[in-house]
């Protein structure tokens, strides 16, 4: 059983170059073997269909609390009245797969782009997308573009809300891919991300239990290593700081514990290490084997094993940055 150290050394988010690439050839090879079951709610990737309204419904809880925050609770009960919640947004799917996500935000009114290192995975989701009435006749509310989130960084546009969800344990250099992501965030803008915590539970239910006994998914799907705990990533926004000129250097990264630059993401935590609700939000989400549903797990559920596998982590980029 693996050590499931409280330590950032090699695994999870470790000390590496933030300019090398985040893209890994074997986990594209692997997921672009898997492409054309994307859309197969009975086959590989049938947790993931499970898990997609919850993943949805968070985002979307998410920007009516901020609503009510910026603008005020009618703002945001006259939101909450409109089944298209996100109309006017420019939204952003990072390893978009076969575009669960990226579909689903469409429809909640976004101008969405789905992105993916993996060329089949791309044309899967396009070839899904326009066999939908919905989603074909609605202009350019679905985009769907072969690229890595490092590439798009170095052209101007910035979104609303960027989600990756399930892609950062799949990366290599994962300090490089948060910052790829964080700086396609326009100031006030929303990050979204879903993974894995690294835990002898996580190892337990995805790779021993999910990938060898029940065999949910292909062997191999999941490195324990890659990981990612909670604390790794609201330890990276405590000191990720987006650069003062982002809006016109698209090439900048951001800084990692720059005093010259704006506030971090994350400036508080209180009692077990979490951030304020703010700043960032960490929710686990379980899988209820007996229902077959996934479950958003409460707030005050979080420092009491909630997040021991798979979790979603949601951060807000300040205003002032």
């Known amino acids: 059983m693996p050590h499931a150290s409280g330590r950032i050394v090699s695994a999870g988010i470790g000390l590496q170059d933030s300019t090398s690439s985040t893209v890994n050839a ?34 979307r809880e998410k920007i009516l609390e901020a609503t009510c925050e910026d603008q005020g609770e009618d703002a945001r009960r006259e939101l909450e009245s409109k089944c298209a919640v996100l109309t006017g947004m420019d939204v952003l799917d990072v390893g978009c797969g076969g575009g669960l996500l990226s579909e689903s935000l469409a429809r909640l009114g976004a101008r969405t782009i789905g992105i993916d290192a993996s060329e089949s995975n791309i ?33 101007p546009k910035r979104f609303d809300i960027v989600c990756s969800m399930e892609v950062i344990e799949h990366v290599d ?49 999941h490195t324990y290593s890659k990981f990612v705990n909670p604390s790794e990533l609201i330890s990276f926004f405590q000191t990720y700081r987006s650069s003062p000129s982002s809006s016109s250097n698209p090439t900048d990264f951001g800084h990692i514990g720059s005093d010259a630059s704006p ?30 549903e996934w479950k958003l797990m409460p707030r005050s559920s979080t420092p009491w094993g909630a997040v021991e596998c798979n979790y979603l982590f949601w951060v807000r980029r300040p205003l002032d940055s």
């Open 123 to 155: 044309g899967i989701a396009s070839t899904h997308a326009s066999g939908d009435p919905q989603l074909s006749s609605s202009g350019n509310s679905l985009e769907y573009r072969h690229t890595s989130a490092e590439q798009l960084v170095k052209e």
């Open 26 to 59: 074997t986990e594209i090879a692997h997921f672009s073997r898997l492409s054309s079951l994307w859309w197969n709610e009975q086959g590989e990737f049938s947790l993931l269909h499970r898990m997609n309204p919850v993943r949805v419904r968070y985002i």
């Open 173 to 221: 250099n994962p300090v490089a891919f948060l910052s790829a992501c964080a700086q396609l965030v326009k100031p006030g803008g929303h990050l979204f991300l879903s993974t894995i915590a690294r835990t002898p539970l996580s190892y337990f239910i995805t790779i021993l239990a999910g990938e060898y006994v029940l065999r949910k998914v292909a062997v191999g799907t």
């Open 263 to 292: 506030r971090p993401w994350i400036t508080r935590t209180y009692a077990h290490g979490l951030p304020t609700r703010l700043e960032a939000d960490v929710r686990g989400i379980v899988y209820i084997p007996w229902s077959g």
